[in-house]
């Protein structure tokens, strides 16, 4: 039995779906897009424990992932599992709840529950997701991963709705490029310290919320019309207000690259940054030219599409 799930970018309103954030700001909205890098987790009884990558099982106590998890739902008895996954390590991609996605999906059905409730999945996957943290955590990597596709996220009524867009034309007719930097980083502490500024009643951290929340109904406005210049008019004016929330979102690495492209490219952190991900968009951009002052920073260059699945059973 094999399950699978794909990352995300966070394409505007990130953060503000960190709890209370969501409730804080009142028209809070967060959008993002499935993409085709994915995690797959099979279960086997060739062993007990996990195995990463094609590498040696390990035991689940090992890992605090998986021990939270079968704390959670309890593990059934000699239970294996084999995970591989498309997703770089770190990347702000929304890996870890992609996997959490799938495990949850893969539990319920050796438990025989087929049902696959989609509600459910998010409740348990956000449950786990805070006791991971032990912070407070948000809920727009597991609704990506579990709906795949571009999704508009709200929180008008206490509990995030999705809703789905179509993807326009723009982003499919050209990959879209992921800069990657392998510095770790903690997207939990991030995050924790923009909710503590503002539950605190900082003035600037709540001015960049509201101002984040605005971009977003802009963005959702923009995506519905199939502006590619608007679009990218929407990702700078995102990229700048990140950076003004997390003013060290980008790495050297990263910021270099970013002011080498400033007026041509769009370069967005992935999750709460530090280290990840940044989507570089552009109407018109040098992939060749992209690739080789990526390559002059330190930055691994990712191509890649959206993914309309969600999480899926994948057995033959």
């Not at 099982?57 to 998890?69: D, G, H, I, N």
């Not at 696959?116 to 786990?128: A, G, I, P, Q, R």
């Not at 977003?216 to 502006?227: P, Q, T």
């Not at 940044?278 to 002052?293: F, H, Q, R």
């Amino acid at each position: 039995m094999k399950f699978s799930a794909p990352a995300r970018i966070d394409l505007a309103g990130g953060t503000l779906d960190v709890p209370p954030l969501c409730f804080l700001v009142e028209h809070a909205k967060t959008l993002n897009l499935a993409i085709d890098l994915r995690v797959t987790i099979e279960a086997t009884r060739e062993w007990e424990g996990v195995a990463l990558d094609e590498g040696k099982p390990q035991p689940f106590a090992s890992m605090p992932l998986y021990e939270k998890a079968f704390a959670y739902f309890g593990a059934p008895e000699a239970l294996g599992l084999r995970v591989t996954s498309d997703i770089p390590r770190a990347s702000g991609l929304g890996g870890s709840s992609s996997l959490l996605v799938a495990l949850v999906n893969l539990v319920q059905s050796l438990e025989n529950d087929h049902s696959f409730d989609k509600h459910k999945v998010l409740k348990w996957v956000t449950v786990l997701e805070h006791r991971l943290l032990g912070k407070p955590a948000g809920t727009q990597d597991a609704i990506g991963a579990i709906h795949g596709g571009l999704s508009s996220i709200s929180y008008e009524l206490g509990m995030p709705t999705r809703q789905a867009l179509p993807v326009p034309a723009f982003l499919t007719e050209r990959p879209l490029i992921l800069a990657y930097s392998p510095i770790q980083h903690h997207s939990g502490i991030n995050n924790w310290a923009v909710v503590k500024a503002a539950c605190e009643g900082e003035a600037r951290t709540l001015r960049t919320l509201h101002a984040l929340a605005d971009n977003a109904h802009d963005l959702e406005s923009v995506l519905l019309s199939g502006d590619a210049r608007d679009f990218f008019a929407c990702m700078q004016r995102e990229a700048a207000l990140r950076q003004e929330l997390c003013p060290q979102i980008l790495t050297e690495d990263m910021a270099a690259f970013a002011t080498r492209f400033k007026d041509a490219l769009a370069c967005k952190a992935c999750g709460a940054g530090g280290g990840g991900c940044m989507l570089a968009y552009g109407p018109d951009y040098d992939l060749d030219e992209i690739k080789s002052t990526a390559l002059e920073n330190n930055l691994q260059v990712f191509e890649v599409k959206p993914d309309m699945r969600g999480c899926e059973r994948v057995d033959p």
